[in-house]
């Protein structure tokens, strides 16, 4: 079985700072971890995904995630916000192995960015 | 490169209705396909999802059902439309066997009325 937690359902930072988006997990299993990005009335845009190899990973428009085992995280992060990074972001994660195919999701996390 | 599109991009039924909202994969073979459905401050819940013709998983009682007639083509259906029915639904596609990654298409709103 596998679950995930994100931590705040909104985060607002300014234009600049620094994003931390944070995601924890549980899983019986390896697993593998994603990250999603939601604009509004869009479907999900995939940011980034860790799949057992390296434990940064990076992902598009500047953001990247570290995968820590002994904390089961996977937070996301970007080192200054731009406006257009305001959406909604949702962390996922699924057993390792070819077989799995399903993913399951957090409740999402809405950022905020002021100018 | 693969595509996926989903249609109709909006939709406002009456209760006790049908429904058919469809969608399509293009450029690749096989694929496992899902429907999802969003609603506010609830996250992505898993409706359906299917790894081949005619193979359908429903992950949740409800008033919906879910079709595959062919290999890239996905149909989620209702024959009566309840008002919690409404919300936003995602098709979406996968490969098995690389890293389980999902792809969605744009989503429907379906506004139940």
């Known amino acids: 079985a596998q679950s995930v937690t994100q931590l705040g359902s909104h985060v607002s930072v300014s234009e600049g700072a620094l994003v931390l988006l944070r995601c924890n997990y549980s899983?019986?299993?390896?697993?593998?971890l994603f990250w999603y990005v939601q604009y509004p009335n869009q479907g999900l845009q995939l940011l980034l995904k860790?799949?057992?190899?390296?434990?940064l990973v990076k992902g598009i428009n500047g953001f990247e995630a570290e995968f820590k085992k002994s904390e089961t995280s996977f937070h996301l992060t970007k080192p200054s916000a731009h406006m257009s990074d305001a959406a909604e972001y949702f962390c996922?994660?699924?057993?390792?192995?070819?077989?799995?195919?399903?993913?399951?999701f957090g409740k999402g996390t809405l950022l905020t960015v002021n100018p | 490169s693969q595509t996926i599109h989903q249609w109709p991009a909006t939709l406002v039924q009456p209760v006790g209705s049908p429904l058919s909202l469809e969608c399509t994969v293009e450029?690749?073979?096989?694929?496992?396909l899902y429907w999802y459905r969003q609603a506010a401050g609830r996250g992505l819940q898993l409706l359906f999802y299917?790894?081949?013709?005619?193979?359908i998983s429903s992950e949740v009682p409800q008033n919906l059902s879910a079709s595959r007639p062919q290999d890239r083509q996905f149909i989620l259906s209702s024959k009566k439309l309840l008002l919690s029915d409404s919300g936003f639904y995602l098709c979406?596609?996968?490969?098995?066997?690389?890293?389980?990654?999902?792809?969605f298409g744009e989503g429907s709103w379906l506004t139940v009325v």
């Open positions: 979406a596609w996968s490969v098995t066997g690389q890293g389980n990654t999902i792809y």
């Open positions: 899983s019986s299993v390896p697993p593998y």
């Open positions: 860790y799949t057992s190899a390296a434990t």
């Open positions: 996922a994660v699924s057993p390792s192995g070819g077989s799995n195919y399903k993913l399951t």
């Open positions: 450029g690749t073979s096989n694929p496992n």
């Open positions: 299917s790894v081949g013709i005619g193979q």
